[in-house]
């Protein structure tokens, strides 16, 4: 007995009902790490995101672009395609990562991408716009006279979709033939500067407003102070004197009388319909896309013209911007003076 090993010896019988138990270290959970590292990659996202778009993109002489054929013949005249969709706010529409380049700045760096290139011959622009602010209308429709007088044959040619409305037919204003469609409306020349005034509502529910101010005249339009005749005289003689530089830019712009304006009251706000527009010379022909087109090759002289898209997206930043979904958050209504139509105002 001595002889025989202990694992030679039999093993005693199992018990009835037994069962063997095996212990099995716990495996880690790596699940809260992950969400933890997807965290980390979309904060990175989002400030890299909010560097490069957060704000305007610097000006830029020679802006990169990207260009493909819309319409034509690819070796004929070059005409570039451009589009001026929505208000002309200077707010970056929201992303998933952040915000795109805006609509001003990435038009005008559209323009100014054309302007700089010799080959372009003409721009044609698709305006679908009831305005926005004043600076943002007058910075695009004066990049556009740029463009004309960068080289003395280079015209435009603007193509209305639902609506030029205020700011959209100030930029329109810069084209030497508007096309707009039966359906468009255009006009509402004028000026809009929007304020509210809760001071009788602050009265009833115990709201004081304790601003401290440099002078009387600083807190213009305060919204918890009683409506000041002299606050809203100095801001009306703004509003008029930016209302004229409209209206004289319009009526340069369509060769039109100013007797003849008054008369039948053509820019006092109202908007019109596309008909009435070219009875009074506001726009120069009712028709289509193809119609906008055949008048970019008849001011052209040529019928072998490359319609081609322009498209800036913005530096670095719209490496995430481009490639992640809009979130369509509302846009809050820029405060100050506005070439706007909206029938909310």
Same mark, same amino acid.
């Given at each position: 007995m001595d002889n025989i090993s202990e694992q030679s010896l039999p093993s005693p019988p199992l018990p009835e009902h037994y069962e063997e138990v095996v212990y099995k270290p716990k495996k880690k959970r790596r699940w809260p790490w992950v969400i933890l590292g997807i965290s980390l990659l979309l904060n990175m996202a989002t400030c890299t995101s909010a560097l490069f778009n957060s704000v305007s993109? !610097?000006?830029?002489?020679?802006? $990169?672009v990207n260009e493909r054929l819309a319409w034509g013949e690819a070796h004929g005249t070059k005409v570039a395609l451009l589009r001026l969709s929505g208000a002309i706010f200077p707010e970056s529409p929201s992303t998933l990562f952040g915000a795109q380049v805006d609509p001003v700045t990435k038009l005008l760096s559209e323009i100014q991408a054309v302007t700089m290139d010799e080959e372009v011959r003409a721009i044609l622009i698709e305006i679908d716009s009831p305005g926005g602010t004043v600076t943002g209308s007058d910075q695009i429709y004066r990049a556009l006279l740029q463009f004309k007088e960068s080289s003395p044959d280079r015209i435009i040619v603007a193509r209305v979709g639902s609506m030029a409305a205020s700011g959209g037919y100030y930029v329109a204003m810069a084209a030497d033939h508007i096309v707009a469609e039966p359906t468009s409306m255009v006009g509402s020349v004028g000026v809009i500067l929007s304020a509210m005034n809760f001071h009788e509502l602050g009265k009833k529910i115990g709201v004081d407003d304790v601003s401290l101010t440099s002078g009387e005249n600083k807190a213009l339009l305060s919204p918890f102070d009683p409506p000041n005749q002299g606050h809203q005289k100095i801001l009306q003689d703004i509003v008029d004197e930016l209302y004229r530089q409209f209206r004289a830019i319009v009526i340069e712009g369509r060769d039109l009388d100013e007797a003849y304006v008054n008369e039948h009251q053509l820019l006092d706000g109202r =908007?019109? #319909?596309?008909?009435? @527009?070219?009875?009074?010379?506001?726009?120069? *022909?009712?028709?289509?896309?193809?119609?906008? %087109?055949?008048?970019? *090759? %008849? $001011?052209?002289? /040529?019928?072998?013209?490359?319609? #081609?898209? #322009?498209?800036? /997206?913005?530096? +670095?930043?719209?490496?995430?911007?481009? %490639?992640? !979904?809009? $979130?369509? =958050? !509302?846009? @809050?209504?820029?405060?100050?003076?506005?070439?706007? +139509?909206? !029938? @909310?105002?």
């Open positions: 993109y !610097p000006e830029e002489e020679y802006p $990169l =908007l019109i #319909t596309a008909q009435e @527009a070219l009875e009074h010379g506001l726009v120069d *022909e009712i028709g289509l896309a193809q119609d906008a %087109r055949a008048s970019v *090759e %008849r $001011l052209l002289k /040529t019928d072998q013209v490359a319609f #081609t898209l #322009t498209d800036y /997206t913005g530096g +670095w930043g719209s490496l995430f911007a481009v %490639r992640s !979904p809009e $979130l369509g =958050l !509302p846009q @809050a209504m820029p405060k100050g003076f506005l070439y706007y +139509w909206s !029938p @909310a105002l």
